[in-house]
């Protein structure tokens, strides 16, 4: 394998920094999950993504099935958008909402579907050529759509070396203005007999983002581990430096990604290159409340899951601990959350009241 490299040795010794000997420790408020009094299964494999939808209703979306549904514990069904057939929906693969008004972005059609809170389908909104055909990642209460644009990555991958872009645009999508970059892929150089190529680290980070309401944009800074803010009129907020612990990738965490490949392609796979530490978070959502969850790495063995809870001034609030080893925290209400539990036969929804936070007792 290729050894540690590049930007994971700056995601190290960020950590490191704020982890010395003359560091302050700070006691932070936690929330500990119960367990889920209410399940809905699937069939999907994969662990989905999510959006809510008012009450006890969740837009769920499995790229993997290629299926988007309405989740209603209330009424404790799974009903699919636009049926099964593939007039509506073909290839979804993620959601977001604006108002009472929810959105799903679809690759193969091209397009992103608009649907009512109830699950009837409001319209549609093409892919944005001037952008390479890019689909809008969220949208904001004026109107303006946000995307996510990926640099052009040449043959070799050399190009994966620039930021994406952050790309904002108003509702007749006539003009896009990038508002932000992200964080470069942490890249390694691959000498083969196919020739020299790039590749990205297995195991490294990358930035995240969402927008507020009111046209905010957060920024989940994965090397600098804290939370970015941008407001409406271009004022800038550099969150706090999240308090994390080093987290080293073992053999047991690359056998463990291993698995996910055909037998007669893990020779390939074990030879990619690897960073030799996981990166501070893995997934980020905002929350109803505008707050931005973030789901933190952890050791293989580890039994529960943290999420950081980070406000609109960049500032940690509190640690939540979900105490379900293969389960994921998908999305949260104003008092409720979703949570997707992988076991054998495919993935369990289980709502759970979001926990309230308190000091922990010495």
Known sequence: MTGPRGGAWLLGLTLLAGCGAGATRTVLREGHFDPPPDTLLTRYVNVPNAVWLGGERWLVVSPEFNEAVLADFGARTLRPLGGRGEAELRNPFTAFRAADTAYVADWALRR????SADGRLLGTVPAADPLRGALPRARDAAGQWYFEVAPLPRADGSGYRDS??????????????????LSPLDLA????????????????????????????LWLARVYPNR????????????????????????????????????????????????????????EAFTSAANEVWLEKSRPVADSTRRYHVVDRAGRLLSVMVLPIRQGHVIAVSDSLALIAEQYAEGVRLMQAPVPVARVPEP
């Open 112 to 115: 992103v579907t608009v649907w």
């Open 164 to 181: 994406a872009a952050v790309v904002r645009a108003g509702p007749g999508l006539a003009r896009f203005d990038t508002v932000a970059r």
């Open 189 to 216: 150089e691959v000498d083969d007999p196919s020739g020299r190529r790039f590749e990205r680290r297995i195991f490294s980070g990358t930035d995240r983002w969402g927008v507020l309401p009111d046209g905010t």
């Open 227 to 282: 939370v970015d803010w941008l407001a409406p009129d271009g004022s800038r907020t550099r969150g706090t430096a999240l308090p994390d612990r080093i987290i080293e990738v073992t053999t047991t965490d690359l056998e463990h990604w291993l698995l996910q490949f055909p037998e007669e392609l893990r020779s390939t796979a074990r030879r990619l290159p690897w960073s030799p530490f996981k990166p501070p978070f893995v």
